[in-house]
Protein backbone atom coordinates (compact mmCIF):
# COMPACT_ATOMS: atom_id res chain seq x y z
CA UNK A 1 0.00 0.00 0.00
CA UNK A 2 1.54 3.18 -0.81
CA UNK A 3 0.12 6.94 -0.35
CA UNK A 4 1.01 10.46 -1.16
CA UNK A 5 2.25 13.29 1.15
CA UNK A 6 -1.49 14.39 1.21
CA UNK A 7 -2.93 10.84 2.65
CA UNK A 8 -2.31 9.45 6.07
CA UNK A 9 -0.19 5.88 6.34
CA UNK A 10 -3.14 3.42 7.15
CA UNK A 11 -1.55 0.39 9.31
CA UNK A 12 -1.53 -2.55 7.89
CA UNK A 13 -0.05 -4.89 10.55
CA UNK A 14 0.83 -5.10 14.32
CA UNK A 15 4.84 -5.98 14.30
CA UNK A 16 7.27 -7.48 16.34
CA UNK A 17 11.03 -6.79 15.73
CA UNK A 18 13.92 -8.40 16.50
CA UNK A 19 17.31 -7.62 15.64
CA UNK A 20 20.95 -9.80 16.35
CA UNK A 21 23.74 -8.27 17.76
CA UNK A 22 21.16 -6.56 20.13
CA UNK A 23 21.38 -8.72 23.36
CA UNK A 24 18.53 -10.37 21.00
CA UNK A 25 17.62 -13.76 20.55
CA UNK A 26 16.14 -13.77 17.11
CA UNK A 27 15.74 -17.60 17.12
CA UNK A 28 14.01 -18.10 20.05
CA UNK A 29 11.82 -14.72 18.87
CA UNK A 30 11.41 -17.24 15.75
CA UNK A 31 10.85 -19.90 17.47
CA UNK A 32 8.23 -18.57 19.58
CA UNK A 33 5.83 -17.29 16.87
CA UNK A 34 6.55 -21.01 14.89
CA UNK A 35 5.33 -22.36 18.77
CA UNK A 36 1.72 -20.01 18.26
CA UNK A 37 0.90 -22.01 14.94
CA UNK A 38 -2.22 -23.93 15.00
CA UNK A 39 -3.24 -24.33 11.43
CA UNK A 40 -0.76 -23.59 8.92
CA UNK A 41 2.99 -23.04 8.24
CA UNK A 42 4.53 -21.95 5.17
CA UNK A 43 8.49 -21.81 5.49
CA UNK A 44 10.94 -20.42 2.52
CA UNK A 45 14.40 -20.37 3.52
CA UNK A 46 17.71 -19.69 1.77
CA UNK A 47 19.77 -21.24 5.05
CA UNK A 48 18.33 -23.65 7.29
CA UNK A 49 20.75 -24.82 10.20
CA UNK A 50 19.43 -23.22 13.12
CA UNK A 51 18.45 -26.85 15.57
CA UNK A 52 15.46 -24.87 17.57
CA UNK A 53 14.10 -23.27 14.28
CA UNK A 54 14.34 -26.80 12.54
CA UNK A 55 12.85 -28.92 15.44
CA UNK A 56 9.86 -26.11 16.35
CA UNK A 57 8.96 -26.85 12.93
CA UNK A 58 9.18 -30.38 12.93
CA UNK A 59 6.76 -29.89 16.60
CA UNK A 60 3.96 -27.69 14.62
CA UNK A 61 4.09 -30.63 11.95
CA UNK A 62 3.78 -33.60 14.65
CA UNK A 63 1.02 -31.61 16.71
CA UNK A 64 -1.08 -31.25 13.36
CA UNK A 65 -0.21 -28.47 12.01
CA UNK A 66 -0.12 -28.42 7.88
CA UNK A 67 3.66 -27.47 7.38
CA UNK A 68 5.31 -27.34 4.34
CA UNK A 69 8.87 -25.59 3.29
CA UNK A 70 10.76 -24.43 0.03
CA UNK A 71 14.33 -24.35 -0.05
CA UNK A 72 16.51 -22.76 -2.32
CA UNK A 73 18.65 -25.34 -4.61
CA UNK A 74 21.57 -24.89 -2.41
CA UNK A 75 20.47 -25.62 0.29
CA UNK A 76 20.31 -28.98 0.79
CA UNK A 77 24.15 -29.18 -0.31
CA UNK A 78 25.14 -27.05 2.49
CA UNK A 79 26.94 -28.58 5.78
CA UNK A 80 24.75 -28.93 8.69
CA UNK A 81 21.53 -28.04 7.29
CA UNK A 82 18.05 -29.00 8.37
CA UNK A 83 17.07 -29.94 5.24
CA UNK A 84 16.72 -34.11 5.30
CA UNK A 85 15.58 -33.62 9.22
CA UNK A 86 11.52 -31.99 7.87
CA UNK A 87 11.85 -34.12 5.35
CA UNK A 88 12.10 -37.75 7.12
CA UNK A 89 9.79 -36.06 9.47
CA UNK A 90 7.33 -36.37 6.75
CA UNK A 91 6.92 -32.62 6.08
CA UNK A 92 6.39 -31.71 2.54
CA UNK A 93 9.76 -30.45 1.31
CA UNK A 94 10.30 -28.45 -2.09
CA UNK A 95 13.16 -27.26 -3.81
CA UNK A 96 12.94 -23.99 -5.97
CA UNK A 97 15.27 -24.42 -8.51
CA UNK A 98 14.15 -22.07 -11.13
CA UNK A 99 15.54 -18.45 -9.86
CA UNK A 100 19.28 -18.11 -9.44
CA UNK A 101 18.83 -17.68 -5.96
CA UNK A 102 15.42 -18.75 -3.87
CA UNK A 103 16.61 -15.49 -1.05
CA UNK A 104 13.03 -16.22 0.76
CA UNK A 105 13.36 -15.78 4.46
CA UNK A 106 9.55 -16.19 5.29
CA UNK A 107 7.58 -17.92 7.25
CA UNK A 108 3.32 -17.56 6.80
CA UNK A 109 1.56 -18.78 10.31
CA UNK A 110 -2.01 -19.92 10.35
CA UNK A 111 -2.21 -17.46 7.37
CA UNK A 112 -2.40 -14.31 10.09
CA UNK A 113 1.34 -13.95 10.68
CA UNK A 114 4.35 -12.61 8.16
CA UNK A 115 7.64 -13.82 10.21
CA UNK A 116 10.41 -12.24 7.56
CA UNK A 117 13.37 -9.95 7.21
CA UNK A 118 17.17 -10.12 6.51
CA UNK A 119 17.14 -12.90 9.34
CA UNK A 120 18.58 -16.69 7.67
CA UNK A 121 17.00 -19.57 9.73
CA UNK A 122 20.66 -20.03 10.02
CA UNK A 123 23.37 -20.21 13.37
CA UNK A 124 25.90 -17.74 11.43
CA UNK A 125 23.07 -15.37 11.23
CA UNK A 126 21.95 -15.53 15.16
CA UNK A 127 26.01 -15.49 15.93
CA UNK A 128 27.68 -13.62 13.28
CA UNK A 129 25.76 -11.17 11.45
CA UNK A 130 23.95 -8.12 11.93
CA UNK A 131 20.03 -9.47 10.76
CA UNK A 132 16.88 -8.49 11.36
CA UNK A 133 13.62 -10.21 11.61
CA UNK A 134 10.20 -8.99 11.93
CA UNK A 135 6.93 -10.89 12.85
CA UNK A 136 3.87 -8.63 11.48
CA UNK A 137 0.39 -9.78 12.09
CA UNK A 138 -2.03 -9.25 9.36
CA UNK A 139 -4.19 -11.37 7.67
CA UNK A 140 -3.84 -9.10 4.49
CA UNK A 141 -0.31 -9.19 4.35
CA UNK A 142 -0.09 -13.52 5.09
CA UNK A 143 -2.72 -13.88 2.19
CA UNK A 144 0.20 -11.78 -0.11
CA UNK A 145 2.42 -13.73 1.19
CA UNK A 146 0.75 -17.12 1.53
CA UNK A 147 0.02 -16.81 -2.64
CA UNK A 148 3.81 -15.91 -3.22
CA UNK A 149 4.16 -19.16 -1.23
CA UNK A 150 2.39 -21.12 -3.89
CA UNK A 151 3.40 -19.82 -6.77
CA UNK A 152 6.90 -20.35 -6.14
CA UNK A 153 5.84 -24.33 -4.79
CA UNK A 154 4.11 -24.98 -8.36
CA UNK A 155 7.75 -23.87 -9.98
CA UNK A 156 9.25 -26.03 -7.27
CA UNK A 157 9.91 -29.81 -6.89
CA UNK A 158 10.05 -32.35 -4.70
CA UNK A 159 13.00 -32.68 -2.73
CA UNK A 160 14.54 -36.30 -2.36
CA UNK A 161 16.87 -37.21 0.00
CA UNK A 162 20.31 -38.22 -0.56
CA UNK A 163 19.21 -41.54 1.01
CA UNK A 164 16.35 -41.92 -0.98
Known sequence: ???T???????VAAAEVCFTLAKADCGAFAV???DT???SLLVQAYNFTEPRIVAAIIAAHRRGVRVV???DKITARQRGEGVDAVAAAGIPTFIDRVPRIAHNKV???DEEIVLTGSFNWSVSAERYNAENLIALRSPVLAAYYGANFER????SERYASPSE
Open 1 to 3: MFC
Open 107 to 109: MVI
Open 152 to 155: RRAA
Open 32 to 34: AAI
Open 69 to 71: VIF
Open 5 to 11: AAEAPVP
Open 37 to 39: AHR
